[in-house]
């Protein structure tokens, strides 16, 4: 267990070859084994990206974090410079200098100005403190910075404008809402979310999350376990190891440069080299291994490849395996639901292995429509219609 939750494994293979199942048997198994071993004591700590909002139901025991009901809460003031800048300039490939030093300037008056209703020390603040600002501070400070003439204010505007669609959009309310500048320092509230006591896995739905914010989302979870990590005493690491899970890793850590995955390259990538020492392991899981960040995919020390039938996918996976191993990889396409190859420091000896079967109750919420049953069913009526409409326009569930 140790080899396989701490030096991060990888999870590969085709659509529908069972890597949520075996995602979901790894889990079972590790809250499981409290009770197998007989163990007083027992609470692992494990952190769900969840994008399709499919394993709550496999998780009698979990905390839902999601963004339809309010109880994901991952203000803006969370996150760090770039992250902010990749929020608000958006998902363009290059970002101008001169935009990116307007909000760090106006970043670290706001920052400045939390510290002060907060008490803190204003002068040890940097534009990367997590310290609660208020929004309008942070607009006042853009503001303020305008140079005279109009026609140069276009980039000042430009980050004006996407602040306020930003703040606007109802599915982005986790993020946006502001910070009521009250007296108590809302941090730890925002930690206890993650990593408290009581119930596990905690699952982060991100499903209703739009694609430009799914990045930076990812991107402050993951950065926000690590730093946790980095700040602990090593005495309370050691009592404290966490497991993130990213499913679909290829949506968080592609191969590709692009500017609104950036910030989530970085977070997950420095835990997947780094995360070792501070006791913070990874589980990738991905149907596109070909389209994971090499640096990432390569970090991992075990892994578990179900089929693949791929080509280039399958070559990729190869070409990461130990040099002994690559042979293994003539049988990927040839394997069965739930059948896998199993190689790497936490396999005793590179095993073609069978995940255990679990029930309904414990499968991640399949996402197969049944055209046979949905077809005898009555099509969709005008209320209900109507109630899709009207979800859809306020872009709420
Ligand atoms: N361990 C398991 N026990 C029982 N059934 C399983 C198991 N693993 C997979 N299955 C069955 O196979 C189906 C597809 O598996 P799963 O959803 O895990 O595929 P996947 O590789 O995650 O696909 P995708 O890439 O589309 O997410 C499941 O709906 C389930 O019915
Ligand atoms: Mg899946």
Redesign the pocket.
């Known amino acids: 267990m140790n080899e396989l939750l701490g030096k991060h494994t990888a999870i590969l293979?085709?659509?529908?070859?069972?890597?949520?199942?075996?995602v979901?048997?790894v889990l079972h198994s590790l809250l499981e084994r409290g009770t197998e071993a007989g163990l007083a004591n027992w609470k692992p700590r494990i952190v769900v990206l969840d994008p399709h909002n499919e394993y709550s139901v496999a998780f009698p025991g979990h905390k839902k974090l999601s963004t339809d009901d309010g109880s994901l809460v991952l203000p803006y003031w969370l996150l760090n410079f770039s992250e902010t800048v990749a929020l608000v300039i958006g998902k363009t490939e290059f970002v101008a200098t001169s935009q990116a030093n307007i909000v760090k300037v106006a970043l670290l008056k706001a920052r400045v100005e939390g510290a002060k209703a907060l008490g803190l020390t204003p002068a040890k603040i940097t534009v990367d403190s997590p310290v609660p600002y208020k929004l309008s501070t942070f607009i006042a400070a853009v503001e303020a910075d305008k140079p005279p003439q109009a026609s140069k204010q276009d980039s000042h505007n430009s980050i004006l404008e996407k602040l306020d669609v930003l703040v606007r959009d109802a599915r982005v309310a986790f993020m946006m809402n502001e910070w009521n500048g009250a007296a108590q320092d809302p941090f730890s509230a925002i930690l206890l979310q993650l990593v408290s006591d009581g119930a596990q896995p905690r699952i982060v739905d991100l499903s209703g999350v739009p694609n430009e914010v799914a990045g930076v989302s990812s991107a402050v979870i993951a950065r926000t376990l690590f730093n946790l990590k980095v700040w602990q005493t090593a005495d309370e690491r050691q009592n404290d190891p966490v497991l993130l899970v990213c499913e679909e890793a290829h949506r968080y850590v592609p191969n590709r440069g692009e500017a609104q995955y950036e910030a989530a390259q970085e977070a997950i990538r420095r835990i997947a080299k780094e995360g070792r020492k501070y006791g913070i392991g990874l589980l990738l899981v991905s149907?596109r291994p070909s389209e994971v960040e090499a640096t990432v995919l390569s970090q991992c020390n075990s892994w578990i490849i179900?089929r693949i039938t791929n080509d280039a996918d399958r070559e990729h996976v190869r070409a990461i395996l130990p040099d002994s191993m690559a042979g293994l990889t003539k049988m990927l396409s040839g394997l069965r639901?739930?059948e896998a190859i199993f190689v790497g420091q936490a396999a005793v000896l590179p095993s073609r292995i069978l995940?255990?079967?679990?029930t309904p109750e414990q499968?991640?919420r399949?996402?197969?429509i049944d055209f046979d049953k949905g077809w005898q069913a009555a099509a969709l009526n005008d209320a209900q219609l109507s109630a899709i409409a009207s979800k859809w326009r306020y872009q709420t569930k």
């Open positions: 293979g085709s659509t529908g070859a069972g890597k949520s199942g075996t979901a048997a149907q179900l639901r739930q995940i255990r079967s679990l499968l991640p399949s996402n197969d």
